[in-house]
């Protein structure tokens, strides 16, 4: 089946450390996307990425950074420097035609103490 | 993008039509119509979209005013597993595309 798999889907983290999320898709899509949403609020973009080796900031990327080597993976990493980082985090990915919609993975819960 | 206004909740019961509202009363002439859904701790579930006329497929409707300042989700059966936060969204085509802007949504209860 095709689709976005995030891995895991629950992360534990001491303060100071920094995480990575995964995110693979097999869709074959161009674009891929990384969002945080937290209690109660809609979605907030951390960054996107429209082609391989190419990505841009999103609204709230202070402490976040990303990476796109492969068409298939957009791995995020939260940095220590990220002052509020337990939250929910959704990666999407789309083609890159106009109107075409964004398919969300199921998310990974991370939680810093 | 243009900003989406929704009821925070709504009610209906099971079997019946679920009409849920949505104004965009500032949507631009290259901006989509999207409806995803959340149901707890999941990812947004893509329903459907449209740009000036109604389109249906096999989740839903979706009625757009000819001003296109408002639009309207029907769920024409809704069941139980209806039950979920419903996101309506405005989003351009072109690089800033990824930029969807999530409101508050709407909270569909469907009751037996």
């Known amino acids: 089946d095709g689709g976005i798999t995030q891995s895991p889907k629950y992360l534990f983290r001491k303060e100071g450390q920094n995480v990575t999320l995964s995110c693979e898709q097999n869709?074959?899509?161009?674009?891929m996307y990384w969002y945080r949403q937290d209690p109660g609020q809609g979605l907030r973009l951390i960054y996107y990425?429209?082609?391989?080796?190419?990505?841009q900031k999103g609204d709230i990327a202070e402490g976040y950074s990303v990476s796109r080597e492969k068409k298939e993976s957009f791995p995020l990493t939260v940095t220590s420097a990220q002052k509020n980082p337990t939250a929910f985090y959704l990666c999407?990915?789309?083609?890159?035609?106009?109107?075409?919609?964004?398919?969300f993975g199921n998310g990974t819960r991370l939680t810093v103490t | 993008d243009a900003k989406t206004t929704q009821p925070p909740s709504m009610d209906c019961a099971e079997g019946r039509a679920a009409n849920l509202p949505c104004n965009h009363s500032?949507?631009?002439?290259?901006?989509?119509v999207y409806w995803y859904r959340q149901i707890h701790s999941q990812g947004p579930q893509y329903i459907i979209h449209?740009?000036?006329n109604n389109e249906t497929n096999e989740m839903a409707s979706l009625i757009i005013t000819e001003d296109r300042k408002s639009s309207t989700l029907i769920l024409p059966h809704a069941t139980l597993r209806d039950t979920a936060v419903y996101y309506c969204?405005?989003?351009?085509?072109?690089?800033?595309?990824?930029?969807?802007?999530f409101g508050q949504g709407t909270e569909l209860s469907v009751k037996p």
């Open positions: 969204i405005v989003r351009g085509a072109g690089n800033q595309g990824g930029k969807l802007i």
């Open positions: 449209g740009l000036k």
């Open positions: 869709l074959n899509h161009d674009a």
């Open positions: 500032t949507i631009s002439g290259n901006e989509y």
């Open positions: 990425s429209q082609i391989v080796n190419d990505f």
């Open positions: 999407a990915s789309s083609g890159t035609g106009g109107g075409l919609p964004l398919h």
